[in-house]
């Protein structure tokens, strides 16, 4: 396909997106439903796997995973040019998801206290005016921030887990042409 097929608006149809290849969009598609974040916050602590995370081997326990086992089955159909563009694709996904995290975590940080020390060195009684004198609604505050940031936090960690999966599979593959290669 030549570059201007690849970002031909007309060709790329009605939406007008940039074409890419059809069938690794489609993996890529199915891998991102097997790496969603509900999963990962729902289920990753009351895994065995989870106690894996205080040691230092964090990929023997991944490459078991059922998440991981089913996306490298995706990934077998796919020829190896196709796996450097996911690589990349989901190299340059996890970068965005990551820097989203932390321009929220930061701002979801510093705006709250910023804008609460500034305040009450305006106003020093205006939250009891509100209604913050009360633990319970600063905790409610805290609570929502917390949920809000630990969202994001583990759409981030899975943005890098399909990636480093896409790493590994790439790496699996050079092992096998290694492999087959005559030795000179």
Sequence with gaps: MKDDEMTSTSKAGATGLIRTDAMAMGVWERLTVNF????????AGFSRRSLHHFGNDQLTPL????????????????????????KTYA????????????????????LPVGATIGINEIDPEIWTRLGFSQIDSVIVILATWAVAVGILMAAAWRA?????????????????????????
């Design 36 to 43: 969603t974040t509900w999963r990962l916050i729902l289920f």
């Design 91 to 110: 190299e340059l996904n996890a970068g965005k998801v990551d820097r989203t995290f932390r321009a929220y975590a930061l701002l979801m940080v510093t």
């Design 63 to 86: 490459t078991r995973a059922r998440h991981w086992k089913l996306g490298l089955g995706l990934l077998g159909g796919l020829d190896d040019a196709q796996i450097d563009f996911l």
């Design 160 to 184: 890098r887990d399909l990636a480093d999966l896409l790493v590994f599979e790439q790496a699996r593959r050079e092992l096998a042409r290694g492999k087959t290669a005559p030795r000179a």
